[in-house]
């Protein structure tokens, strides 16, 4: 049995391009254009689950744990929103460039580089965010499990990933890497890609129920992405803890 989630190719990849996360036409761009639907996703899916009043702290007093934050780019909109924010990644750069860019802008982050099976934490959280995560791990069941483990009951968990689809390898690795270059080439590994079908099964054994599956898809044409109920390429899950 594996004890560690952590694949160090993977960390060295991204650690590699670690001070592009807040240049919004940098190697990161598409996860800069990906981030306003998933704020509105995330945040409107715990108001609903929390019976939360909308106001613009609507997430005051909702503890997140943003487990691969990477430079922080949710991890600050969910502070933004009143959130107790927790951001975990296992790159020291990653780290370093979030902790930098949160103090630049007054953000109170408890940033830490971590994965979820080293974690310190005596609390459990309400809300956890495993988002273009999953698909860089070394082993998704064992990261799952850690992860469920730091989920309070009733608690929400968020995880945004790839199909495995002929569909996922044209567009996400062909299409996106090697046609449009909007990501570095070798940023994805379709093998690493999990089917929705499999992923609930997995979260299903660590005690996560599913409650609500999307896909997102980009709109080339306004540039923007928009949730779709086409998930053969990205989707988003939403699983709440028995």
């Known amino acids: 049995m ?3 989630t952590i694949n160090k190719k993977e960390i060295e990849k991204f650690s590699k391009i670690a001070s592009q996360w807040w ?3 940098g190697k ?12 509105e996703y995330i945040k409107n899916s715990i108001i609903k689950h929390y019976r939360i009043k909308s106001s613009t702290k609507s997430l005051r007093k909702i503890n997140i744990l943003d ?25 020291k750069k990653n780290i370093q460039v979030a902790k930098f860019h949160a103090k630049q802008n007054n953000l109170k982050i408890n940033y830490i580089c971590s994965s979820p099976e080293t974690l310190k934490s005596t609390k459990k959280f309400d809300v956890i965010l495993n988002m273009e995560i999953i698909e860089h791990v070394e082993d998704v069941n064992f990261f799952i499990k850690k992860s469920s483990q730091l989920l309070k009951k009733n608690g929400l968990m968020f995880i945004a990933t790839l199909n495995k689809t ?9 299409g996106a890497e090697y046609v449009l270059r909007w990501l570095p080439i070798g940023t994805h590994d379709w093998e690493k890609f999990v089917k929705p079908e499999e992923l609930i099964k997995i979260s299903k054994k660590n005690n996560l129920q599913i409650e609500k599956l999307d896909g997102l898809k980009f709109d080339i044409l306004r540039n923007k992405w928009n949730i779709s109920d086409d998930n053969s ?3 988003i899950a939403k699983f709440k803890k028995n």
């Open 166 to 174: 002929l569909k996922s390898y044209l567009f996400a690795i062909l």
């Open 2 to 4: 594996k004890s560690n």
């Open 67 to 91: 487990i691969g934050c990477g430079g922080g780019l949710l991890s600050e909109p969910m502070c933004r929103l009143g959130a107790n924010v927790v951001g975990i990644d296992a790159s």
């Open 23 to 25: 240049d919004p036409s």
């Open 28 to 39: 990161f761009k598409p996860l800069h254009n990906f981030n306003p639907i998933r704020i």
């Open 233 to 235: 390429v990205n989707y």
